[in-house]
């Protein structure tokens, strides 16, 4: 006897793919963040999915830090190349010299803060009235309560206390003029379930995701990356590791992780003995409790 | 995760639960209890509760800071919606709706109600079948959830007795005999000490049942769907501007129920014209047999005129075509409902108008009596009613198809989705 049942990672599959055809059907101008990181490549990849054989019908959109590591911008190139997405970038790094946008300072100064003024600003100029986002609700507190489409009004601003109810796979996307939506296909999914399916459909990573010597500098039992962006505290030396990173954001705030593992198949067995999340790696998260909660009212993912 | 198997992994099905009970059933530390039993709960998390715990005095981890909300949310003391939260076992990937208890309670159950195949009720062991059980489970039987599962939670409370669990059951029996629920398992558990939720209970050897973990990881969800009514309503018509797909038109959407396949027969609503399905495929592969809820996209043996909200069904099983319907609806605004006020409607994925034509009753949902007179229809009520749309739907009654049976009212003026509605 067949038996009619799809498994975990399908089910979620057909989920996200539903969700964008959503976005892409109900929206006038969508666009999907791309981050390079792994969450935004397996977005990318079910956007294919959901159009094949017809390309993308929205483009990506990358917010520039200036802060990215290169291997990440490569691999983006590439993948764009191959795909035959449109891809539009917006950097940071105008945003400050227009005065929009102030740099922090000291040493544990980084841009992830200053990205939701790119973002929204890039939002407003390229008129994106839904914008997709790898996020998914496992990560973090304040992104268990998201929705699959996410309401936000003409600031671009998070309320918590006003989202709308989403029941069954009925999504609702009106809005007024000025208003934009936030759009997480990957809702549903954790960390696990993004490896398995990255392995399940062979798709692409950058390699330092992967094992790899590097110059590494220990700031408060966080591995950060030694690089330009990076200010030496008097105490501190970088030393050689040998790590990879589990989650790729700016190169001033994440953390590596010590492992010898070259195959995702090694990755994934990594993850499953792993007693720490993945945000553990982030020192964008530990800013204070409610950082994600602080940073997504005010417009970020 | 010690008990990890990758091919096991691969394999894994998905259960969606709903979470239903007020904060002193002990909900959070139930399900608490269940990511720290299954060994979900991560080093750092776990360092950031115990801390939160011995902040405020307590003397063992407190489980239920596991799932505490928002700063907004502890700023007013309430939970404000749905938490959506995860586990797995080596069998199952478990996504839970963790609603709140509070006043907002009908609205946030029946959001996740909505896609749940499992709901658990808890029942304070003390206190007995309460109001808001039967609420709960009135709701739960609304909302069609296929399982049913009734915690009878505190149980080192009344010293384990056997005798208090049965006169629950008993109770519970009584009170839910008026209402449509297909499955129910009762459990005698203690979240706070653990008994019977994830580790079988040494305190109550009377019970031979399964634990609350087992239940989840075994009860019989692969009948749940439905694989006879074909129901296919179109997502987005996919029309490449490439020269080597240039006469490609590929129907994309998510199959809702039923099963499809290369070679069927099918009728367009609203068209009525027939063709026979060419390919099912998805992203270049084609699908032997497709069947709900796989997203697909299929081709026609011919040029057949089709847009995004027509319904591809089989010749001799269509659904009702009307334009005027009973919805039994859960109201979800501050403002009211408007007797001959116009709303918008979503069905699957097609936009209509709607006027509300009659308010037949409203339920008293802690008594489940009807009640006609009462046409004040507010947040969290629940009501009958009437309403003819502006086109016609393509529908099934909700008891036969929870998703060509189900709608949602939009505020034209605020857009604000108002109210879920079933249709009977």
Same mark, same amino acid.
């Given at each position: ?13 057909? #989920? ?15 666009? =999907? ?93 390229? &008129?994106?009235?839904?914008? =997709? ?12 309560? #998201? ?21 069954? =796979?009925?999504?609702?996307?009106? &809005? ?57 505290? #008097? ?15 700016? =190169? ?22 792993? $007693? ?10 530990? $800013? ?14 | ?17 709903? /979470? ?190 399964? /634990? ?63 063709? @026979? ?43 009702? !075509? ?6 039994? @609806? ?28 009659? !308010? ?65």
């Amino acid at each position: 006897m067949i038996l009619y049942h799809l498994n975990h990672l399908r089910e979620l599959e057909a #989920e996200a793919i539903y969700v964008i055809r959503e976005a892409a059907s109900q929206f006038e101008r969508p666009a =999907m963040l791309f981050s390079g990181g792994k969450d935004s490549i397996v977005m990318t990849h079910l956007a294919r999915k959901a159009f094949y054989p017809a390309r993308i019908p929205f483009p990506l959109l990358h917010i520039d830090t200036g802060h990215n590591f290169p291997e990440t911008l490569t691999f983006r190139d590439k993948m764009v190349e191959e795909i035959g997405a449109r891809l539009e970038v917006r950097y940071v790094q105008d945003s400050i010299d227009k005065g929009r946008a102030r740099e922090e300072k000291g040493p544990n100064a980084s841009r992830n803060v200053l990205q939701t003024i790119t973002l929204l600003d890039a939002l407003e100029e390229l &008129k994106i009235d839904a914008a =997709m986002g790898g996020a998914r609700r496992d990560e973090e507190k304040a992104r268990a309560k #998201e929705r699959f489409f996410s309401h936000r009004d003409e600031f671009g601003q998070w309320d918590p206390k006003n989202q709308r109810p989403e029941l069954w =796979m009925l999504l609702n996307g009106r &809005k007024h003029i000025g208003e934009h939506f936030r759009v997480f296909p990957l809702s549903n999914w954790t960390e696990m379930d993004v490896w398995m399916y990255i392995q399940l459909e062979n798709i692409p990573i950058p390699e330092i995701y992967f094992t790899h010597e590097r110059d590494v500098v220990n700031r408060d039992g966080m591995l950060l990356a030694y690089s330009e962006h990076i200010t030496l505290k #008097e105490t501190e030396k970088t030393e050689k590791k040998i790590v990879r990173f589990r989650t790729i954001g700016d =190169m001033t705030c994440t953390g590596a992780v010590e492992s010898p593992a070259s195959s995702l198949s090694e990755i994934i067995d990594e993850i499953a003995a792993s $007693r720490t999340t993945e945000r553990g790696t982030r020192q964008d998260d530990k $800013r204070s409790e409610t950082a994600m909660e602080d940073r997504k009212k005010a417009g970020y993912f | 995760m010690s008990d990890f198997s990758k091919d096991g992994y691969m394999n894994m099905e998905l259960l969606r639960f709903t /979470t239903a009970g007020s904060v002193d059933d002990g909900k959070s530390t139930l399900i608490g209890r269940l990511l720290y039993d299954s060994k979900q709960i991560f080093e750092d998390q776990l360092e950031a509760i115990e801390q939160r715990s011995h902040q405020r005095g307590f003397e063992h981890i407190d489980l239920s800071l596991l799932t505490d909300g928002l700063k907004a949310e502890r700023e007013q003391g309430i939970t404000i919606d749905v938490a959506y939260r995860y586990f797995a076992t080596p069998k199952r990937k478990f996504i839970i709706a963790d609603t709140p208890g509070h006043i907002q309670y009908t609205r946030n159950m029946v959001t996740g109600a909505s896609t749940a195949n499992v709901a658990l009720i808890l029942v304070d062991a003390r206190k007995g079948v309460l109001e808001q059980t039967i609420r709960h489970s009135f709701i739960a039987s609304l909302l069609q959830i296929p399982h049913l599962i009734i915690c009878i939670n505190k149980m080192d409370l009344v010293d384990y007795s056997e005798e208090v669990f049965n006169k629950v059951v008993e109770e519970f029996k009584h009170v839910s005999s008026k209402l449509d629920i297909k499955d129910v398992h009762f459990l005698p558990i203690s979240a706070l000490k653990g008994d019977n939720v994830v580790d079988k209970s040494q305190n109550m050897p009377w019970y031979q049942g399964a /634990t609350l973990m087992y239940l989840l990881d075994n009860i019989h969800i692969s009948s749940d769907e439905n694989h006879i009514d074909c129901r296919f309503p179109v997502q987005y018509v996919i029309r490449p501007q490439q020269t080597e797909y240039h006469d490609y038109r590929g129907y994309a959407g998510r199959i809702v129920s039923g099963i499809y396949k290369p070679g069927d027969k099918v009728k367009i609503l609203p068209s009525g014209e027939s063709a @026979i399905i060419k390919t099912v495929e998805l992203f270049g592969q084609n699908i032997e047999e497709a069947y709900a809820p796989m997203s697909v996209t299929m081709t026609l043996d011919r040029d057949v005129d089709i847009s995004r909200g027509d319904m591809i069904v089989r010749e001799n099983n269509s659904p009702k !075509i009307e334009q005027e319907l009973d919805v039994m @609806i859960c109201w979800m605004n501050v403002n009211k409902l408007q007797l001959g006020g116009k709303y918008a409607i979503r069905h699957t994925i097609k936009d209509a108008r709607c006027v509300i034509k009659d !308010i037949r009753y409203k339920i008293d949902i802690n008594t489940l009596h009807r009640n006609e007179n009462d046409k004040e229809i507010g947040m969290n009520d629940i009501a009958r009613i009437n309403i003819k749309t502006t086109v016609p739907l393509y529908f099934d009654s909700y008891r036969k198809n929870r998703y060509t049976g189900s709608v949602i009212l939009i505020d034209e003026a605020t857009n604000e989705t108002v109210a879920a509605g079933m249709i009977v």
